[in-house]
């Protein structure tokens, strides 16, 4: 399967990172959107939200990722406040088919989103 994601993911692709672990791995986006701009991303291949299930698997490894996003804002120095995004889908504009989430920050962002 030919996945940018999965490719950084192993390491095949380097990305600057953030953060990483055994199940999870953030690194800086190529076009940042805001001053602060990572991709958290489960090193597992789902292509996209509507890809993970309820099994226990699933289940701990999302949960997992999201019990690490505390760590990362710290280490973003993000106390104001981020935004965390998840683009699923055509109507999401999701552009890449691996699971990811943005996080934004050290901007006010705006509501609703475009
Ligand atoms: P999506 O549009 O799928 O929600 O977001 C995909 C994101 O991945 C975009 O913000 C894009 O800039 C970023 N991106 C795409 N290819 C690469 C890459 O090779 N390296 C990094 N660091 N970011 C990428
Ligand atoms: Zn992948």
Not at 18 to 29: G, S
Not at 33 to 60: G, R, W
Request: proline letters at 4%.
């Amino acid at each position: 399967m030919d996945c940018i994601f999965c490719a950084i993911a192993n390491g095949e692709i380097t990305s600057n990172k953030v953060y990483e672990d055994e199940e999870i791995l953030c690194f800086h986006d190529l076009e940042p959107q805001a001053p602060v701009h990572v991709l958290i991303i489960p090193k597992k291949h789902f292509e996209s939200l509507e890809a993970v299930t309820e099994s226990a698997e699933d289940k701990e490894l999302l949960g997992h990722l999201m019990s690490k996003v505390h760590v990362i804002t710290e280490s973003l120095g993000l106390e104001n406040g981020y935004r965390l995004v998840c683009n699923t889908g055509e109507d999401g504009n999701q552009t890449v088919k691996h699971l990811h989430f943005h996080l934004l920050g050290k901007r006010k962002m705006a509501w609703p989103p475009g």
